[in-house]
């Protein structure tokens, strides 16, 4: 059984697409604007932390997520890159984390080009990102604040498609789909994202500036 997006990285390559047996989206996950929250403060609950690319910049990825999603079948996200997934808190607590964790980062360039693939359903298709030192900085220190002790092993990834289709239907549709831009983006802002239920239904709680 497939378990949702957690810290541990995906297996890639790039550019050219591979596939790989190894192998976190905002009101709900299709959206940049945020909830009020229905989420009791004392109730612990499973969230992710996000860069999610918003506006002009988002645009082309979120017609390729939106296309695959239509053709394959499978949910539609909001274009994101996991910062952090699958640690559970009250939202009142994860809040208050998530301003301690923007308030010494400053804003994170993301680069990243090819294809990788991973027989993992919330890894199925994704773009391979360079860990630039901004972005291994952002990654170690979630993980200080949320998890002590873990390991921050990471390979940063844009999700393309959630699903459990085999590869070579994967790879069928994302050739009909326009071709993939080389993403060259800034993020300024991370995302809280709650993680329940299934991808339809995630929510975006907070979305703060990256500060430092």
Request: glycine share 6%; no cysteine; proline share 10%.
């Amino acid at each position: 059984m497939s378990t949702k997006p957690s810290s541990q990285a995906p297996s890639s390559q790039s550019p050219a697409p591979t596939s790989s047996s190894t192998d976190s989206s905002p009101p709900d996950a299709q959206s940049s604007e945020l909830q009020a929250p229905d989420l009791r403060v004392e109730e612990a609950t499973e969230f992710a932390l996000w860069l999610s690319l918003r506006g002009s910049v988002g645009d082309p990825w979120r017609a390729v997520i939106e296309g695959l999603a239509q053709e394959l079948d499978g949910p539609v996200f909001a274009p994101h890159v996991t910062l952090w997934g699958g640690f559970r808190r009250s939202l009142a607590q994860a809040q208050k984390e998530v301003e301690v964790l923007t308030r010494d980062l400053a804003p994170i360039p993301l680069r990243g080009s090819g294809v990788g693939l991973a027989d993992d359903f919330y890894r199925a298709l994704f773009v391979p990102l360079a860990t630039t030192p901004e972005l291994w900085r952002a990654r170690r220190a979630a993980g200080e604040l949320l998890a002590p002790g873990a390991s921050a092993d990471y390979l940063p990834h844009l999700s393309l498609f959630y699903g459990s289709q085999p590869a070579a239907l994967k790879l069928d549709a994302l050739a009909r789909q326009e071709s993939l831009p080389a993403l060259e983006a800034v993020a300024d802002a991370v995302s809280l994202v709650s993680l329940d239920g299934p991808p339809e239904s995630w929510k975006t709680y907070a979305m703060l500036p990256l500060r430092g």
